[in-house]
Each structure stands twice: as structure tokens, then as C-alpha cells.
């Protein structure tokens, strides 16, 4: 007693898609993956504007890379 058997499940069913029929409920399924699609979509962009951009490509067009002249000379 108190745990529910797989009758109670079947009538649940049943009851659900009386009320809603087969059609709405695909429809819901169809709009609950379309919107955790565009979550994880959404999530994927903020990870890739959070992450920090590599110095070494921040350079403007059209500009020479600078190179230092070594002037110390390592004595070994």
C-alpha cells in the first residue's frame, strides 16, 4: 500500500492524453528541446565571451610586430 503499480501509471496516461490528445503533446515535447537547445546554445556563447582573448592576436591592421634587439649578451 502507499506505492503506485504500473495500473496506476496506464490510467494516468490515459487520462493525459484524453485531455490533451496526442498532437498537443508532441508539440510540447517539440518546444521543451527547442528550448534547451537555444539554453545550451546561449550557454556555449557566454563561455566564449567570458574567456579571455590571447594577447598575442590583439594586434591592429596593418602594424609591424615589435622585436626587441637583444642587448644584453648572457655570459656562460
Known amino acids: 500500500m502507499g506505492g503506485l503499480s504500473i495500473w496506476h501509471w496506464i490510467v494516468v496516461l490515459v487520462v493525459v492524453m484524453l485531455l490533451f ?20 546554445k546561449g550557454m556555449s556563447e557566454d563561455e566564449q565571451a567570458a574567456a579571455p582573448a590571447d594577447p598575442k592576436s590583439i594586434t591592429p591592421p596593418n602594424s609591424q610586430p615589435q622585436v626587441r634587439p637583444e642587448t ?4 656562460g
Not at 496526442?22 to 521543451?32: F, N, P, T, W
Not at 644584453?72 to 655570459?75: D, Q
Request: charged share 40%.
Open 21 to 40: 490528445g496526442r498532437g498537443k503533446i508532441s508539440e510540447l515535447m517539440g518546444d521543451a528541446a527547442k528550448g534547451i537547445k537555444a539554453f545550451k
Open 72 to 75: 644584453e649578451k648572457k655570459v
